[in-house]
């Protein structure tokens, strides 16, 4: 029999177990072993245990650690306690599954390595998108594959706001209101909307698909805060879509790993996955391209993830069929390409004074960075100020120069505020 632990009990927490009790007898069959939960540990446990002659409750996490479970699953949430939860348990022989996209991110190659040392397992396909498979398809799948991309909307949080902006005309203020009273947003949702949830995601999503150390800390990020309606109607008028992306690729020399919004052509799948729905697209040179969508988010949905992690716990113990993956990760030293250095179509929205030569003022301004215009529109003045918005997408440009060109166009004397800057999408991507 394999013994579980259960540390955190939440709304995930609480979700597994339920679906657990439900399905033992089903688990155990399809895992060719008797499995049970022995041990719930939760440091409000006493508000929240039931009735069971079977499972022991304890609010001590860390004791967990010295149980006679084989597994832990640990959702317990943040980086600090759960590190030291994880680290405890595989120097104790352990195996562990976790949810924790953050320990993952910031923490795997430890882990990684760790787990490696003391032979056991590390599961977490439920830290990236929840029950959709892209760690089990990078990790099987698609292991012999050389990836090329990988892009996808993995934050539901984001993709509920702007499809809230986009559907209903609210702005992100309202927006992100009723995400928080649906539950799809924290009471601080700087996690979600500032964009770091995605670059999370995305980073081991890189270390798993080129076998790289965690990007997390040397990518580009950048959240929806500063979206507005105007620039969702705006790119409405020129067929795309505004959408939260966090996309890897491969380049010779270097990985591109970043999250942040960009305008998403209406042609391209992606522009049409709503509310809290979550897609990733794998391109590989043999396969093409790989499209997986589903609930990325949730109790039920991650919860979901984590079974399927018990069923590859129980198949690595019988072959020990992982440990290669642990063992192997780390086969490239590929550095991560500088933001400044890519290079992408952008969209400008520009606020000018309503007088004659002011157009040719921005586009010669454009010219002397070798920038061309795509597309261009001008809009009626929003308000008695007599401000014209003027909005732009360009050609294909480094991000150091199209940030050189707005510095010099912010500086023209008929041009008023900020240039707005987002991102378009490319189908390459």
């Known amino acids: 029999m394999f013994k579980i632990g259960v540390c955190g009990y939440g709304t995930v927490g609480k979700n597994l177990v339920s679906h657990f009790l439900k399905y033992q007898d089903l688990i155990s069959n399809n895992c060719n072993e008797e499995i049970a939960i022995s041990i719930i540990a939760d440091r409000s446990i006493q508000k929240k245990k039931f ?44 195996s562990v599954i976790t949810a924790n996209k953050a320990l993952i991110a910031e923490h795997g190659d430890e882990l990684f390595k760790l787990s490696n040392k003391h032979n056991v397992y590390l599961g977490f396909e439920a830290a990236v998108a929840g029950a959709i498979p892209i760690i089990n398809s990078l990790s099987h799948n698609m292991l012999n594959e050389n990836i090329l991309s990988i892009s996808g909307i993995i934050n539901g949080t984001c993709n509920y706001i702007l499809d809230q902006m986009s559907s209903n005309n609210k702005d992100f203020s309202e927006a992100l209101s009723m995400a928080q009273e649906l539950g799809y947003a924290e009471a601080d949702p700087t996690f979600d909307v500032g964009g770091f949830d995605a670059a999370h995601k995305i980073s081991i999503l890189a270390m798993l698909a080129y076998r790289i150390q965690s990007p997390f800390k040397n990518m580009y990020i950048e959240g929806i805060e500063n979206i507005e309606r105007m620039d969702i109607d705006y790119a409405k008028e020129l067929g795309y879509t505004i959408k939260h992306v966090a996309l890897t690729k491969a380049t010779d020399t270097t990985i591109e790993c970043r999250a942040h919004p960009v305008l998403i052509h209406n042609s391209n799948i992606l522009s049409n996955v709503d509310g809290v729905m979550n897609a990733v697209r794998t391109v590989g040179n043999r396969f093409g391209t790989s499209l997986l969508y589903g609930q990325g988010a949730g109790g039920e949905a991650t919860a979901s993830a984590v079974i399927s992690n018990i069923k590859d716990f129980c198949i690595y113990k019988k072959y020990e069929s992982n440990k290669k993956m642990n063992e192997d990760y780390l086969i490239s030293n590929r550095s991560i390409t500088d933001i400044n250095a890519i290079s992408t179509q952008y969209y400008l929205r520009i606020f000018a004074n309503d007088v004659p030569g002011v157009m040719a003022e921005i586009t010669s301004t454009l010219a002397s960075h070798e920038i061309s215009i795509e597309a261009v529109t001008q809009h009626e003045p929003l308000n008695s100020d007599k401000l014209i918005p003027i909005v732009m997408i360009t050609n294909s440009v480094s991000h150091e120069k199209i940030l050189s060109s707005i510095n010099k166009i912010e500086s023209l004397n008929n041009i008023n505020g900020k240039v707005n800057l987002i991102r378009v999408f490319c189908d390459n991507d």
């Open 51 to 94: 009735d069971s002659d079977s499972i022991q409750f304890s609010s001590d996490i860390l004791s967990v650690v010295q149980s006679d479970c084989d597994l832990i699953i640990e959702l317990v949430g943040g980086v600090e306690i759960a590190k030291e939860l994880v680290v405890k348990a595989i120097q104790n022989n352990k």
